[in-house]
């Protein structure tokens, strides 16, 4: 395979960073900074580095802002506050602030994962919840949402947030990419009310250009719509996530 370094990619900090990339297929290629890994400490285990990933972070932030083109609209947009922080920290710090939606945009829960926390019980009811205003939802992605995988983690997601809000709703959708269906779980203390009309009319008023190529008001409604497998294990499903008793997935 072809292999090349380059010294051409230059980080935040004006350095200069040697890149090597291994071609894989044509069109695709494996790439890595080889000098410019942040390094936050080293344990016994030759093998393993711990990484800095707040700095790593926001490395990969800059590099989006300065070379992707789909989100230059939205990184320029005056309303955008990027901040590069672990999300409970960050939420725990800011007192003054309530809000009217959290996303919890998360990677799945891995064994020592950053994200493991963020799925927990007491992360829902200690710093979620007192953070939403009166009408204000929560929405955590929820892990695979399968036939044959939902019950590894999406189904508790949606029954350990029962435990904290008066209202959940469970949605789906098929993720090529990733070669099965993909679940969130939404979640309120106030009624979640999905009315098509209102839907569409909100589409209109506040998208530009709201001539949508896939995505309409009817569709939206069916994400929540479960098939009978799925539906009955989040009906019946007892577990919920703590401390004492996390969920790690380990490949799919």
Same mark, same amino acid.
């Given at each position: ?36 890994? &942040?390094? !936050? ?5 030759? #093998? =393993? +580095?711990?990484? @800095? ?37 960050? &939420?725990? !710090? ?5 809000? #009217? =939606? +959290?996303?919890? @945009? ?72 990733l070669a099965d269906t993909r679940g969130w779980v939404l979640a309120s203390d106030q009624p979640l009310k999905l009315d098509a009309e209102v839907i569409n009319n909100r589409i209109k008023e506040r998208i530009k250009g709201s001539d949508l190529q896939f995505i309409d008001a009817a569709f939206m409604l069916a994400f929540t719509v479960m098939n009978k497998t799925v539906h009955t294990t989040l009906m019946n499903e007892t577990n919920v ?12």
């Amino acid at each position: 395979m072809e292999q090349t370094i380059e010294n051409e990619i230059v980080d935040s900090n004006g350095k200069n960073v040697e890149w090597f990339e291994e071609s894989l297929e044509v069109d695709l290629k494996w790439s890595l900074a080889i000098n410019s890994v &942040l390094y !936050k400490a080293t344990t016994k285990f030759q #093998d =393993v +580095i711990l990484l @800095d990933t707040k700095h790593f972070g926001k490395e990969v932030v800059n590099i989006c802002r300065k070379h992707l083109m789909a989100n230059q609209e939205a990184f320029a947009d005056c309303r955008l506050h990027v901040i590069i922080n672990d999300a409970k920290v960050e &939420l725990e !710090k800011s007192d003054e602030y309530k809000y #009217d =939606v +959290i996303v919890g @945009d998360l990677c799945d829960p891995r064994e020592g994962g950053p994200c493991n926390h963020l799925y927990l019980k007491s992360f829902y009811q200690h710093i979620i919840k007192p953070k939403l205003n009166h009408n204000g939802v929560f929405v955590t992605q929820a892990g695979f949402a399968g036939v044959l995988s939902h019950q590894a983690f999406f189904s508790s997601v949606y029954n350990t947030a029962k435990q904290v809000f008066n209202h959940v709703i469970a949605y789906t959708a098929h993720v090529p990419s990733l070669a099965d269906t993909r679940g969130w779980v939404l979640a309120s203390d106030q009624p979640l009310k999905l009315d098509a009309e209102v839907i569409n009319n909100r589409i209109k008023e506040r998208i530009k250009g709201s001539d949508l190529q896939f995505i309409d008001a009817a569709f939206m409604l069916a994400f929540t719509v479960m098939n009978k497998t799925v539906h009955t294990t989040l009906m019946n499903e007892t577990n919920v996530l703590t401390e004492e008793n996390e969920k790690s997935l380990h490949g799919h």
